[in-house]
């Protein structure tokens, strides 16, 4: 945990919270823990599915951004809505504030854009709705990002059977899949050679996730990679026209079809139990018969006293 007092804004770049009561309530409580916390969502923003209209998103993550007593900046929550702002993002701005910006899923898009865009690192971390205005908090997604947050190093550990052995080094990079891929070719897509990929979806049958990952590497991006390491894919429906076609047969054609190792375990996704892992951090990948170990560092923190 952070030993002195920092400050984290909320702001609302894509889908509304579903109990803005709830956000007041895990407001409070982060407050008792001594930190400073400035909520820039409001119920009164809410604009169809979304924490404000266009503008007022925009102008909560500015806000965020130009607040001189924060450091984090975390999104109120994903869903969908920051593809739509990405042509108005100050981006020099966010990166010479040095605030961390941590999100995930939808957020993928900004952490996406603002290293296109400038270089600037970013947390693939924890949002507010899910993880820190339930009631029970999720102990390794808190330890993860208080952990991260303080470095200077920060581990992941991940495990499943079947892994390929490996052990290389690069910047990793990656997100939400879908966002991930919605990005390519466009001016937010960051070059990254060398680099170690990481995704997770959910609600994406196996077909998409292989269509996507194909995309990926028949658009050259996997081969300039070391790795691609996938965390959860879940919440989605096979049917009896698969006919055993399911995420462990799609999975086995990558590892047959793409030119760098597979590996799966990774403890990030639309699950309770998630990892924070900075966007563009350099990262040491070794795998075991057990799992493997992503060692980052060189990324932003919050000095701790």
Same mark, same amino acid.
């Given at each position: 945990m952070i030993t002195k007092q920092i400050g984290i804004a909320i702001a609302g770049t894509g889908g509304a919270a579903p109990d803005y009561a709830a956000v007041e309530r895990g407001v409070e409580r982060l407050r008792a823990q001594g930190i400073l916390v400035h909520n820039y969502a409001s119920q009164e923003q809410v604009h169809q599915r979304f924490a404000g209209t266009d503008g007022e998103r925009l102008a909560q993550?500015? #806000?965020?951004?130009?607040d001189p007593d924060v450091q984090v900046v975390m999104a109120l929550r994903g869903q969908y809505g920051m593809?739509?702002?990405?042509?108005?993002?100050?981006?020099?701005?966010?990166?010479?504030?040095?605030?961390?910006?941590?999100?995930?899923?939808?957020?993928?898009?900004?952490?996406?854009?603002?290293?296109?865009?400038?270089?600037?690192?970013?947390?693939a971390g924890p949002m507010f709705c899910g993880d820190?205005?339930?009631?029970?908090?999720?102990?390794?997604?808190?330890?993860?990002?208080?952990?991260?947050?303080?470095?200077?190093?920060?581990?992941?550990?991940?495990?499943?059977? #079947?892994?390929?052995q490996v052990a290389v080094e690069g910047r990793i990079w990656g997100g939400n899949l879908a966002m991930f891929?919605?990005?390519?070719?466009?001016?937010?897509?960051?070059?990254?050679?060398?680099?170690?990929?990481?995704?997770?979806?959910?609600?994406?049958?196996?077909?998409?996730?292989?269509?996507?990952l194909l995309q990926l590497d028949q658009a050259g991006v996997i081969a300039r990679q070391q790795a691609v390491v996938l965390g959860d894919f879940s919440a989605y429906r096979l049917g009896p026209a698969d006919n055993g076609y399911d995420f462990d047969a799609m999975l086995a054609y990558m590892r047959q079809t793409?030119?760098?190792?597979?590996?799966?375990?990774?403890p990030f996704g639309h699950i309770p139990r998630r990892a924070t892992i900075p966007f563009g951090a350099m990262a040491q990948l070794v795998s075991d018969p057990d799992g493997f170990t992503l060692t980052l560092s060189d990324y932003p923190t919050v000095r701790h006293a």
């Open positions: 993550l500015h #806000g965020a951004v130009a593809t739509r702002l990405l042509p108005h993002i100050d981006y020099k701005a966010i990166a010479a504030s040095g605030k961390i910006i941590v999100g995930y899923s939808d957020v993928t898009a900004l952490h996406m854009a603002l290293m296109a865009k400038t270089g600037a690192q970013s947390y820190f205005e339930v009631d029970a908090w999720e102990p390794y997604t808190q330890e993860q990002f208080w952990q991260c947050l303080a470095g200077p190093t920060h581990s992941v550990r991940g495990g499943a059977g #079947g892994n390929p891929v919605s990005l390519l070719g466009t001016e937010y897509f960051p070059r990254i050679d060398g680099g170690i990929l990481f995704f997770e979806d959910i609600a994406e049958h196996p077909y998409r996730v292989e269509r996507m793409l030119p760098v190792p597979v590996l799966t375990g990774l």
